[in-house]
Nanobody
Framework: VQLVESGGALVQAGGSLRLSCAAS????????IGWFRQAPGKEREFVAD???????AYADSMKGRFTISRDNGKNMVYLQMNSLKTEDTGVYSCAAGPSRYLNTRLPTNYNIWGQGTQVTVSS
């Protein structure tokens, strides 16, 4: 399975973006899917995840602003981001991991990664 992200852009604070993660070469249905981001000079951080069964989780700073969803029929996962802040700037990557891994906030529990898409939020 290969993952390709899209939807990153330059947006003003308070704006919205929807990121997409498209899979090819296999089905996403059996995987947990996570979104992570990395800002310049900072470590990669967990954003949100959706398990193979559809359960979702969010980092505290994203709760109420971001929504993760999946469309298994289209082999797609989405991240709707609203009320964007300048601190949301970074490269956003989606990742797929085996459903047996329960701690879906750990990057090490994902073994397939996309290249990432840049999100820049200006003040």
């Amino acid at each position: 399975v290969q993952l390709v992200e899209s939807g990153g852009a330059l947006v003003q604070a308070g704006g919205s973006l929807r990121l997409s993660c498209a899979a090819s070469g296999g089905t996403l249905r059996i995987y947990n899917i996570g979104w992570f981001r990395q800002a310049p000079g900072k470590e990669r951080e967990f954003v949100a995840d959706i398990t193979y069964s559809g359960n979702t989780a969010y980092a505290d700073s994203m709760k109420g602003r971001f929504t993760i969803s999946r469309d298994n029929g289209k082999n797609m996962v989405y991240l709707q981001m609203n009320s964007l802040k300048t601190e949301d700037t970074g490269v956003y990557s989606c990742a797929a991991g085996p459903s047996r891994y329960l701690n879906t906030r750990l990057p090490t529990n994902y073994n397939i990664w996309g290249q990432g898409t840049q999100v820049t939020v200006s003040s």
